[in-house]
């Protein structure tokens, strides 16, 4: 079966480093997506990986690990607007998206 | 450019009574998605269409029905609203079928069913 598992709810605190970690079980893969989605907005695309590594862009960063079913995502020198849900989701064989809950990033003065 | 729209932004809808959901995109992208967004779920694939003429069925299709008679439109209907279909919509629309490609959204319809 296909699942993806990330945590409900994190806190942070503005101006530090902050990494949401995501683990997948699937049968076929084609890439992991990571989307940032505010309060009463559509998800928006941060990243994209299908290769084991680092990918970095800006202040955030996206690493995946095939072997392990496992990605994180990390967001350095934190903002308040930085405050957001921030949503994984798995490319399965079919080219579908398989989404997990959502990881909602509470920024703190 | 507009991307993708969608309307109307919210709707309160009687137990009973049929709904269009409407979805616009002005990208020419050849696929596109609804999905519903529940507190606490992942979002959720309703139907999709690789391309204009043809739809399939995603992870919780049942009370829903959608058509693609071009590439621009994507509407979704429910035939007879149910309190279980009060959800945030949302459509989603991507240039590529058989290779990964980055899913684009809409702002999404906020649907309540009493």
């Known amino acids: 079966g296909q699942n993806i598992d990330q945590p409900t709810e994190m806190t942070a605190t503005e101006g530090a480093i902050v990494q949401i970690n995501c683990t997948y079980q699937t049968s076929g893969f084609n890439g992991l997506f990571w989307y940032q989605q505010h309060a009463g907005e559509a998800p928006t695309f941060l990243s994209y990986n299908v290769l084991d590594g680092l990918e970095e862009k800006g202040r955030f960063s996206s690493f995946l690990s095939r072997s392990k079913g496992y990605s994180y995502l990390l967001l350095k020198e934190l903002q308040m607007k930085d405050s957001a849900s921030y949503l994984c989701?798995?490319?399965?064989?079919?080219?579908?998206?398989?989404w997990g809950a959502g990881t909602k990033l509470i920024i703190k003065p | 450019t507009a991307g993708i729209t969608q309307a109307p932004t919210s709707q309160i809808l009687a137990a009973g009574r049929s709904m269009t959901l409407r979805c616009t995109q002005d990208?020419?992208?050849?696929?596109m998605y609804w999905y519903r967004q529940d507190l606490g779920l992942g979002l959720r694939l309703i139907h999709y269409?690789?391309?204009?003429?043809?739809?399939g069925k995603g992870e919780v299709p049942d009370g829903y029905s959608v058509s693609r008679a071009n590439t621009d439109d994507f509407p979704l209907t429910l035939a007879s609203a149910v309190p279980s279909q009060t959800s945030v919509y949302f459509c989603?629309?991507?240039?590529?079928?058989?290779?990964?490609?980055?899913?684009?959204f809409g702002p999404g319809t906020r649907l309540t069913v009493l």
């Open positions: 989701a798995h490319m399965d064989s079919n080219y579908q998206l398989i």
């Open positions: 990208m020419r992208h050849n696929a």
């Open positions: 269409s690789n391309t204009a003429g043809t739809t």
């Open positions: 989603a629309s991507s240039d590529s079928v058989s290779s990964p490609d980055t899913q684009y």
